[in-house]
T-cell receptor
Framework: DTGVSQDPRHKITKRGQNVTFRCDPI?????LYWYRQTLGQGPEFLTY????????KSRLLSDRFSAERPKGSFSTLEIQRTEQGDSAMYLC?????????????FGPGTRLTVT | AQKITQTQPGMFVQEKEAVTLDCTYD???????LFWYKQPSSGEMIFLIY??????QNATEGRYSLNFQKARKSANLVISASQLGDSAMYFC??????????FGAGTTVTVRA
């Protein structure tokens, strides 16, 4: 069990540029979640997948955001035409999803800074 | 409406003493789960403890225990025998029918030697 990994750990980009983040969940986990955390706040749900199907998207996820999970393994989160308000920590989590008690395991996060 | 409320922005505790972190929640779902996570300054979210809505007994995991009062909709975390390494941000979270987590704003705990 190598844990959830995310890449890159830090990303600095200029306003208007596109960025893509990657998340590799724990290998046998079928559920994958994306959250966004701004400074001093708790994480906020963005979207989640069960296997390759994207089951829910938060209203926080504007049209500039898109997430994929091809083949039900790793996932990518793309932000197009970044804005300064997109600056945050983007957290990925995964879970086995077989029981209600199943906790979500979080990755180290990708910290995005939009200048 | 806020689903999770953590009213204590920050708390100080003396090493080896116990500390209680408050959490109240709001849901109409009869089946839900409550989680506590720890986030050190390094940023990773570490799962601490889980309480299911139908669980009859309060959850315990080592030095962590959850004081679950269903009628009051509260799920307070108790950390016993605090250690310097317990200094971190602590988040209460709730899972409802759709499996996503709703987090509170967090409580910063600082353990003093």
């Amino acid at each position: 069990d190598t844990g959830v990994s995310q890449d890159p750990r830090h990303k600095i980009t200029k306003r208007g540029q596109n960025v893509t983040f990657r998340c590799d969940p724990i290998s046998e986990h079928n559920r994958l979640y994306w959250y966004r955390q701004t400074l001093g706040q708790g994480p906020e749900f963005l979207t989640y997948f069960q296997n390759e199907a994207q089951l829910e998207k938060s209203r926080l996820l504007s049209d500039r955001f898109s997430a994929e999970r091809p083949k039900g393994s790793f996932s990518t989160l793309e932000i197009q035409r970044t804005e300064q308000g997109d600056s945050a920590m983007y957290l990925c989590a995964s879970s086995l999803g077989e029981t209600e008690a199943q906790e979500q395991y979080f990755g180290p996060g990708t910290r995005l800074t939009v200048t | 409406a806020q689903k999770i409320t953590q009213t204590q922005p920050g708390m100080f505790v003396q090493e080896k003493e116990a500390v209680t972190l408050d959490c109240t929640y709001d849901t109409s779902d009869p089946s839900y789960g409550l989680f506590w996570y720890k986030q050190p300054s390094s940023g990773e979210m570490i799962f601490l403890i889980y309480q299911g809505s139908y669980d009859q007994q309060n959850a315990t995991e080592g030095r962590y225990s959850l004081n679950f009062q269903k009628a009051r909709k509260s799920a307070n975390l108790v950390i016993s025998a605090s250690q310097l390494g317990d200094s971190a941000m602590y988040f209460c979270a709730m899972r409802e029918w759709d499996y996503k987590l709703s987090f509170g704003a967090g409580t910063t705990v600082t353990v003093r030697a």
